[in-house]
Antibody, heavy 117, light 107 residues
Framework: EVQLVESGGGLVQPGRSMKLSCAAS????????MAWVCQAPKKGLEWVAT????????YYRDSVKGRFTISRDNAKSTLYLQMDSLRSEDTATYYC??????????WGQGVMVTVSS | DVVLTQSPATLSVTPGERISLSCRAS??????LHWYQQKPNESPRLLIK???QSISGIPSRFSGSGSGTDFTLSINGVELEDLSIYYC?????????FGAGTKLELK
């Protein structure tokens, strides 16, 4: 069974950093591109970042370029999202997602990040 | 970026009726269009892939159609458990953008 379990969320002050992790199991992690998707409270889904199966290629939405870094450790089957210079508008639930299609086939349960002083 | 426009934003439904939700792309995405269901306080789940392909474990009342820029998700006989928000997503080009969603509510 495919499982994606996020961790690392919580309350953080504006301008500070936070690192999210996503532990994957139930599939061969290094065969799949992975992504982070966010959902602000009561809002829709937004693409945040994507990383290729081997980590050689990444993609970021414009609003997080230069502030967020997606990475992966294939030996540990773990995906990461390093978030720096956080802003109030980054407040959202962040989902780890597997790109089993050209698109998402599995989602994690999500982790809440609240940016507030 | 490809813009996906979903309509209607909200649909009031009666259990048992057949309904259709629309997703329109700003440019052709071929059949790289997927549908997701998100229930309150849950993660989204994949309902339909590649515009019309069914997913194991998803009830047969859900079906999809379309290609290019116009797509439809149909529910043949809505049930109470289907009251959710439905999103489309394109997988033709990064970023794999989402539509804003259609919320099904009880009439």
């Amino acid at each position: 069974e495919v499982q994606l379990v996020e961790s690392g969320g919580g309350l953080v002050q504006p301008g500070r950093s936070m690192k999210l992790s996503c532990a994957a199991s139930g599939f061969t992690f290094n065969n799949y591109d992975m992504a982070w998707v966010c959902q602000a409270p009561k809002k829709g889904l937004e693409w945040v970042a994507t990383i290729s199966y081997d980590g050689s290629s990444t993609y970021y939405r414009d609003s997080v370029k230069g502030r967020f870094t997606i990475s992966r450790d294939n030996a540990k089957s773990t995906l990461y999202l390093q978030m720096d210079s956080l802003r109030s508008e980054d407040t959202a639930t962040y989902y780890c997602a597997r790109l089993g299609l050209p698109g998402i086939d599995y989602w994690g349960q999500g982790v809440m990040v609240t940016v507030s002083s | 970026d490809v813009v996906l426009t979903q309509s209607p934003a909200t649909l009031s439904v009666t259990p048992g009726e057949r309904i259709s939700l629309s997703c329109r792309a700003s440019e052709s995405v071929d059949t790289y269009l997927h549908w997701y269901q998100q229930k309150p306080n849950e993660s989204p789940r994949l309902l339909i892939k590649y515009a019309s392909q069914s997913i194991s474990g998803i009830p047969s009342r859900f079906s999809g159609s379309g290609s290019g820029t116009d797509f439809t998700l149909s529910i043949n006989g809505v049930e109470l458990e289907d009251l959710s928000i439905y999103y489309c997503q394109q997988g033709n080009s990064l970023p794999y953008t989402f539509g804003a969603g259609t919320k099904l509510e009880l009439k």
